[in-house]
């Protein structure tokens, strides 16, 4: 099977956030970086079905200069190869402006299935493999948590709401989003980080794949969020916060 | 164009609480921009659905229906409203950002060249926001929705075209008030069996349910700052003290540490207690709608800047490590 799987790096979990002078983005000055995580169980996903069934595993990832190291720490889990699409711009993108990339990087890999995750830890927009399928003409489905060959195609677990579950078949070839904790994450071992080394990283660059369109829905202005209620911050040691909380939760929640 | 066209979601032969605040979300724009507000329901025999929700405060009221609208494909719901929305040319298409309209929501949009604002949680006027603003999309509204996991929020602008939104669960309060009825229409849309590509099977539960978070007076639920599985037993302890059940945001089941049926957020369980005591939990979007309509919310965090702050009524900026342990012995000493 040839899977290939869209990543994104995106602002490590504890990074601190700060607004830029534009108002429009953060700051990416000093920022640290990590591998989103439900595209980390995308990957996970690829590389499990590539043992049981052979294949090729292929990481295709859009941004600048620094998605490099991102790159190498998923072919350092086990991908075979990569495509970097080069762009500076990516935060100028709409969610179809990015599908558009990975879309025309994708198509003529034509792989029997298309792997992205759930949705990036900053954007969180969660359209990517959905816009995906639909440029790539393909079938998808999305909040997956395993997948199984079948004769006809495959087999897949999607998550419902409510802690419900579904079965959906499809034919391939296929795209499918990745929900978090389907299986357990593999670190890169240091073997894998020395082949990493030799594996090919193809580069492309934005304007050779042919997609400027300005973007439909534009992200004017970013602030940090209105507070919904005014949080009574309880300060001293741990002793004394814990016991002021109780007096509060006693008698003036009065849910104790 | 035709003003605003409200698409509603049947489940197990309701419709649910999101679609009538994704109504109310509608009304919000059609009383901003002076636009009549529309609903619109795929599915198969929908007709008592139809008779309820058509007493509603709408203009127009559609049921798309075909028999191929019964169970939920994506290919299905994208055709047939593709079709609709290509006849009515609406101004605005709103939707409940359910799991369902994830899965189709932004495949529709790109059909038309557009992006879906997903997961919305205000509407607000243009100009009001930007008083000095002088462009002449004023009057155009904004979006907001949450970014970097609900530590910012942004403001969106439609740039022209169909414009494609879905809102958040609890965001935009129902609209109680009801009037006369609307006439229901029903159209039919054209889909070929053939042009279904996936299978899907009916629902299932994971596993036999032991406890019952949903009517637990008391949770005490943890997060990702208790790092390590061997540090749950600290925040046991508080549970056991308060009398209360344990529940955990989704990194915690995810990394296998408590079973998914311990599970709060949209993936989750969605919990009211009378005490919601949140250890080491950040507080994304994706927690917060499980549990905001707990009466009261305590959070513990080491972040000052954490979401969870938000929501909260009380909090402790600190060590759960050490807070947790303190707070424990405070509650044992104050039941005694």
Known sequence: ?256 | MSGIWVVLEERNGRIGRMSWEALAAGHTLGEHLNLPVQAVLPGAQTDSLAAEAATKKVARFVRLEHASLATYTSDAFTLALEQFIRAEQPDYVVFPHTYQVRDYAPALAARFGQVLIGDVTGIGAGPLLHPTDKDPSAGTPVFVRQLMQGRLSGEYRPSGGICFVSVQSGAFRTDQTESVSATVETLTPKIEAAQIRTKPGPPFRGSAQTVDLGSAQFIVSVGRGIKEAENLPIVQELATALGAELAASRPICDSGWLPIERQVGSSGHTVSPKLYLAVGISGAIQHLVGMKGSQCVVAINRDPDAPIFEIADYGIVGDLFEVVPALSEAVKAAKQ
Request: aromatic share 4%; with cysteine.
């Open chain 1, 1 to 256: 099977m040839k899977i290939i799987v869209a990543i994104k790096q995106v602002p490590e979990r504890d990074a601190q956030v700060h607004i830029n002078s534009t108002g429009k983005w953060i700051e990416e000055g000093d920022m640290q970086w990590a591998l989103n995580e439900s595209d980390a169980y995308a990957l996970e996903e690829a590389l499990q079905l590539k043992e049981k069934h052979g294949g090729e595993v292929i990481v295709v990832s859009a941004g600048p200069e620094r998605v490099g190291s991102t790159i190498r720490e998923a072919l350092a889990k086990g991908a075979d190869r990569a495509i970097h699409i080069d762009c500076d711009d990516l935060d100028q993108l709409d969610a179809l402006g990015v599908a558009r990339l990975l879309s025309a990087a994708i198509a003529p890999e034509s792989p029997d299935l298309t792997l992205t995750g759930l949705q990036s830890d900053d954007l969180g927009y969660g359209q990517t493999g959905v816009i995906l399928a639909e440029l790539l003409g393909l079938p998808h489905a999305s909040l997956i948590l395993h997948v199984e060959k079948t004769e006809a195609g495959i087999a897949v677990k999607r998550e419902l709401e409510e802690g419900w579950f579904q079965t959906i078949e499809l034919p391939l070839p296929a795209v499918l989003t990745i929900q978090s904790g389907g299986n357990k994450l593999r670190y890169a071992t240091l073997m894998g980080i020395k082949k990493a080394k030799t594996k090919e990283i193809r580069r492309i660059t934005s304007q050779e794949l042919g997609s400027a369109a300005a973007p439909v829905v534009v992200l004017d202005r970013v602030f940090a969020p209105q507070k919904q209620k005014s949080t009574q911050i309880l300060g001293g040691s741990p002793k004394e916060a814990a016991a002021a909380l109780v007096e509060k939760l006693k008698f003036e929640a009065r849910v104790l």
